[in-house]
């Protein structure tokens, strides 16, 4: 395992040189592609991730593309990933009407879904389908991996949104995807990969985007306490990616140490504003990320607290 100092100077090295401020994503990309390969600890990836970004979106899709590694072990190469759920009734399990049928011999993919995220720009998707298609019985949820080039699939752009335009959004439609055996993920589709996405996904993200931040205040001689300050909440996530991420107290923590990133993003920008006002001015418009995601995260740390107070009283 690479050690938090190597990762640090690594770290340092990047924020030492400048950052082109008109990259493209796929400029972006091909960098963060070589930045990324001696890395295998994934919060070290969408660190470096963000680090090597001169905007949220590029800081985000690193951090997402990251989580997905983290979940899905085939996903460490150079291909975009998307985690594909959502339906037109929600993600909970009975929402999820996508089906994988087993007929004559073969797995067959059927449905659609909505919202996925970097879905125009994927090379795989993640699909959770249900293989139980009596509706009357509990839903048997698996997770499929599929490539966009596939025959059946078809995507579809979504409107862009007012914050992360770069960040692209779409529909996806499966029709008779033919699905080869070992493609199925193992393992309960919900339990092992739906519900602790979320967490590894905030974990990854936060990640990143402190890397954003905090390599903006090296390259830009902001206060040395603000970067102490930075590198100690990047390294308490790089221990958070290391528990188990459907414990109760994972998320305690998580939501400690997510107050402490957005306090350091608040405190961040009156030195922004006056030392790079174009960069800060894209700051503005695409903060609102960072509350994207805070109706289900005040609802995992009030179950958290929850579970843990009753184990206690119960003990």
Request: aromatic share 10%; charged share 20%.
């Amino acid at each position: 395992m690479t050690t938090a100092s190597a990762l640090l100077d690594r770290f340092f090295h990047i924020a030492s040189q400048s950052i082109p401020s008109d990259m493209s994503f796929v400029e972006w990309k091909a960098k963060f592609d070589l930045e990324k390969t001696p890395w295998c600890n994934t919060v070290d990836r969408a660190l470096l991730a963000g680090a090597i970004s001169d905007r949220v979106a590029y800081a985000f899709s690193g951090g997402y593309q990251s989580a997905l590694n983290a979940l899905f072990p085939s996903s460490f190469d150079n291909k975009l990933s998307a985690f594909c759920v959502t339906e037109e009734g929600g993600n909970h399990p009975k929402a999820i009407q996508t089906t994988l049928i087993h007929t004559s011999g073969q797995w067959f993919l059927n449905g659609s879904k909505k919202f996925i995220t970097g879905g125009c720009d994927a090379d795989r998707l993640f699909v959770a389908a249900n293989q139980n298609i009596d509706t009357s019985q509990k839903p048997s949820i698996v997770m499929v991996e599929i490539y966009t080039s596939q025959s059946g699939i078809a995507i579809t752009p979504m409107p862009t949104l007012p914050f992360v335009p770069e960040v692209t959004h779409g529909t996806a439609t499966f029709d008779n995807v033919h699905i080869n055996e070992g493609s199925i993920c193992p393992g309960d589709g919900y339990d092992e990969y739906i519900k602790p996405f979320r967490t590894i996904e905030d974990i990854h993200i936060s990640a990143a985007l402190l890397g954003y931040i905090c390599s903006t205040a090296i390259r830009l001689s902001w206060n040395q306490n603000f970067i102490e300050r930075s590198l100690a909440c990047i390294l308490m996530h790089r221990e958070l990616a290391t528990m188990d991420a459907k414990s109760p107290s994972t998320h305690l923590v998580l939501a400690g140490v997510q107050q402490t990133a957005v306090e350091l993003f608040q405190q961040a920008e009156p030195m922004w504003a006056t030392t790079d006002p174009g960069a800060y001015s894209l700051w503005k418009r695409d903060k609102s990320i960072l509350g994207i995601a805070s109706a289900a995260q005040l609802k995992r740390k009030e179950k958290a607290w929850s579970t843990l107070l009753s184990v206690s009283q119960d003990a």
